[in-house]
Each structure stands twice: as structure tokens, then as C-alpha cells.
């Protein structure tokens, strides 16, 4: 892959590995992904993190709340 820029997880600053799983944070939501099943991850403009980061520090539960009450829930990827 010519002008890869590896993503560095955003609670630790380590690289994501490409199969490695990894949590995508936007808008509130969470949801499970890899870099693998979704290279354009890098340029949605959401927060990545390692899967045991993410474990580490979970999203405040207000925030999760005020968001879970303003927009539906995302519906889950199908496999390509």
C-alpha cells in the first residue's frame, strides 16, 4: 500500500494493527471494526482505539444516555 499512514490508537498513541480489532468512537456510539474489514476507517474523522483501551475507558454514561436518546441505534455492517 503505497502512502499508508498507520492509525495510532487515540487513548494510548500505539498503532492499530490492520487485523488487530479496534473500537470506533463517534458521535457518542461505539462500535466494533478492524482495519481490515474497513480501511477507510482512517479517514471518517472518529476516535480509534485499541479493543482493551477502549475497555479501559468507556464512555460516560451521560453522554451515552443523551445520545441513545437523540438518535437510533447504528444498524450493524453486513458482510461484504
Given at each position: 500500500m503505497s502512502g499508508y499512514?498507520?492509525?495510532?490508537?487515540?487513548?494510548?498513541?500505539?498503532?492499530?494493527?490492520?487485523?488487530?480489532?479496534?473500537?470506533?468512537?463517534?458521535?457518542?456510539?461505539?462500535?466494533?471494526?478492524?482495519?481490515?474489514?474497513?480501511?477507510?476507517?482512517?479517514?471518517?474523522?472518529?476516535?480509534?482505539?485499541?479493543?482493551?483501551?477502549?475497555?479501559?475507558?468507556?464512555?460516560?454514561?451521560?453522554?451515552?444516555?443523551?445520545?441513545a436518546r437523540q438518535r437510533p441505534a447504528l444498524?450493524?455492517?453486513?458482510?461484504?
Amino acid at each position: 500500500m503505497s502512502g499508508y499512514e498507520p492509525l495510532h490508537c487515540s487513548a494510548c498513541s500505539q498503532i492499530i494493527g490492520v487485523y488487530e480489532p479496534l473500537v470506533v468512537r463517534v458521535h457518542g456510539e461505539e462500535r466494533s471494526s478492524s482495519l481490515a474489514a474497513e480501511p477507510e476507517l482512517p479517514l471518517a474523522g472518529a476516535e480509534h482505539l485499541h479493543l482493551a483501551c477502549a475497555q479501559e475507558s468507556p464512555l460516560p454514561a451521560a453522554e451515552v444516555g443523551a445520545i441513545a436518546r437523540q438518535r437510533p441505534a447504528l444498524a450493524p455492517r453486513r458482510a461484504s
